[in-house]
């Protein structure tokens, strides 16, 4: 009896710890089971996305609800990637074959039209693949298994071909292809070498369009980093490097990615191993930066410790919030203003602009240091004269007499910012 009780003892800790990843001030975490465990998936401009999990490929609401089952492998297979095609019709499926001795690993044409699944061709063992700006797939793979290195194949779709492009020792790695065409790697650990440092390197479009085969003597090392990197993606807009930095012994983290001789910071730790990465697209033209709306682009991740758990996180930007109280709201008195959720131990500036230049959605205007989301008119605003403290929780109170004639008046917003008055982010905008 007593063995039969530690069981769903140890789920449930296990479950409880499992919730303690963490994020940086200005953005939070929410957390919901994995909808289809263990699968590869990637996300489509609608704010849908698609998962393959080895045999079945489906589409699924942004919200997390199932929408429509695309198509389907005869048996069951590892999965390795999905990509959405250039042309935004279909998804690539790659998977690194099943169980058995024979190298084995094919790629799919899956159509998101749902009108089926074409086998295009086989590559063993493959492991990621992501488009380049000409249309090609490239893809990491190792075709003759472990202790062989990994080829990287650039792969035309119609008509089929995959030619060998590149070489690098290891086991294959993640790919990321910047909006110019370069190329970045996230080499693997070497078995014989626990401690080697773990390479990042970058190949110019330049040099991959010239026909010279891509290896480690070509490559210019981006960034270092302690431990490997399983997953490479390019943030939209902003594009600036991710990276899954999963740790064998300590936390698994994402990182935004710095050049050599700066600083990756840490965007999220997680206490379990994180799985595939991608980032989802809302409807508004919010960018994944720090203290910004959440309904634009948000980073999705899963997680699990491979026994009690799948779980799915979205990182999403955490705005600050605008509040106003008091007497000065109906007519003659104290307005208060609470700003919560700001940058901790930061400042806040006031600004307000004329109902009558407000407009009724959000406008987005890209200042020096951030993407101001507002209905102001920018021409129309006042920004008072003064910064205000926020405490350690980036919280801060302002109180503004009304001597009767502010009601029905103006809009109200923070900009938030870093103690020496930096501006990074804003709050929601409040009329009275």
Known sequence: MRSLLLVPFLVSSLGALAGADTTISGFALTRAANPVPSSAACSLPDGDFITFDGQFIRRWNADGSFEDQLGFLASFVFPSFVRLTPAGDAVIIGDSGSFGPTPAGDLHHVALD??????????????????????????SAAPLNFGSGTDLF????????????????????????????????GFQQDPTLPNAPQDIVRWSAGLLASGTFLDSSNASVYTTFAEPTSVLEFEPVRERLVAVENRYLGDHRIRRVRPNGQVSPILVEADEWIGGMRFAFGGSSATFDAYQPDDGIRLVYTTTDFFSFDDEVTVAPARPTLVVSGLGTTGTGAVRFDLAGGVPNGTALLTYCPQTALFPVEQTYPLPQFFLHTPFLLQATTRMQFLIPTDASGAAVLTLWNPGGLVGQNG????????NGVQIGSSNAVTF
């Open 154 to 185: 650039r792969v035309t779709l119609a008509p089929y071909s995959a030619t060998v492009v590149g070489h690098v020792d290891g086991p294959s790695g993640p790919l990321a292809i910047a909006r110019n065409g370069d190329v970045f790697y």
């Open 114 to 139: 749902g009108s089926g699944v074409t086998f295009l061709g086989s590559i063993p063992y493959n492991f990621d693949g992501k488009f380049l700006p000409g249309g090609d797939l490239l893809v």
């Open 412 to 419: 109200w917003q923070f900009h938030v910012g870093r103690p």
